[in-house]
């Protein structure tokens, strides 16, 4: 395990029905456990407790702890109205960020809805999706980095007798914040925050556009492989929620939004077993970039 010593991490084996367990020491390495109260509950956040700089948004369990492994107390539990967030504090070199953290599940269909759920709650400067990716190109390797530029939706179009027509329509984060995220890929200083093994080669950044739509690419001989490469052709990597959380982050005034991915598989050279050893590896480094990214951006609000 890697990464300098920013502060105490809580993991998510929190029972809510009492008080949370965290781990703290350097480097992640010390445990400690504090006293548990017999039959404690937890009492409902008042409405001034609703606060958060940052919403960091994931969709599945590996890439939620990483970033939760990130995060210290205290720790809090909000449910917006159905979507259960937890927030902790981000203690970096720079700032200390209060944030709320959420696991959505997988798909794009319900990612706007949390989305707005989260900033009519927290009201956050910055908004971020963290999680992992699939490459398309032979430019990235796993473990990777891929930070959005802009996003295509690619399965929009008119599917005809003969042939399909694209209509895709792109979303794009704020100016600001790709800005950001271009100088932290150009100081790479975010790889030692990584919590993973180090790999063979280190892990690089991208900012560059992404592709997002419903359908998982299995194969890269595939249809939606095919159509990816002749109509998302710069497009580094593939997701499923980036576009409608985008979008979602769009209709409201004021707030930045970025996607981060880590790529844990590519269309090629897929074997059984991968999803495990890299899925957790590629969320890793999209969560140390993404710290690396708020303890450096100022959104100006």
Same mark, same amino acid.
């Given at each position: ?13 929190? &029972?809510? %029905? ?14 400690? &456990? ?17 606060? $958060?700089?940052?919403? #960091? ?8 702890? $990483? ?16 979507? *259960? ?15 709320? *953290? ?20 927290? !009201?956050?400067? #910055? ?12 430019? #990235? ?5 891929? #930070? ?25 984060? %704020? ?23 180090? +790999? ?10 992404? $592709? ?23 497009? +580094? ?20 939004? +970025?996607?981060?991915?880590?790529? %844990?598989?590519?269309? %090629? ?5 991968? !999803? ?21 951006? !100022?959104?100006?609000?």
């Amino acid at each position: 395990m890697t990464g300098d010593n920013y502060g105490n991490h809580f993991l998510g084996n929190t &029972t809510f %029905s009492g008080n949370p367990v965290f781990q703290t020491g350097e480097n992640n390495h010390n445990h400690q &456990t504090p006293a548990r109260t017999e039959h404690a509950t937890r009492t409902p956040a008042r409405a001034e407790d609703h606060r $958060a700089d940052a919403v #960091v948004i994931t969709a599945i369990s590996s890439e939620y702890t $990483a970033v939760a492994r990130h995060l210290s107390g205290p720790v809090g539990e909000v449910n917006a109205r159905g979507t *259960l967030f937890r927030t902790g504090t981000l203690r970096g070199a720079r700032r200390t960020l209060r944030i709320a *953290l959420a696991e959505i599940g997988p798909g794009a269909v319900g990612t706007g809805v949390h989305v707005e759920r989260a900033l009519t709650t927290f !009201d956050p400067a #910055v908004l971020l999706f963290v999680g992992v990716a699939g490459g398309l190109k032979e430019d #990235v390797r796993l473990g990777d980095v891929v #930070v959005a530029d802009a996003i295509y939706d690619y399965e929009t179009g008119k599917d005809g007798e003969d042939d399909f027509r694209p209509r895709a329509k792109t979303a794009a984060p %704020s100016h600001d914040a790709v800005q950001r995220a271009r100088d932290v890929a150009a100081r790479g200083e975010w790889q030692r925050r990584a919590l993973s093994s180090p +790999l063979p080669d280190p892990p690089r950044a991208f900012v560059k556009p992404v $592709a997002a739509g419903s359908t998982v690419v299995a194969h890269e001989r595939s249809r939606t492989a095919e159509r990816l490469r002749r109509y998302c052709g710069d497009a +580094l990597a593939v997701e499923m929620e980036g576009y409608g959380f985008l979008h979602g982050a769009y209709l409201t005034f004021g707030t930045h939004a +970025l996607v981060i991915r880590g790529i %844990s598989d590519m269309l %090629s050279g897929k074997t059984p077993g991968s !999803d495990d050893l890299w899925q957790p590896i590629a969320a890793a480094h999209a969560a140390a970039f993404a710290c690396a990214f708020l303890d450096l951006f !100022d959104p100006g609000r």
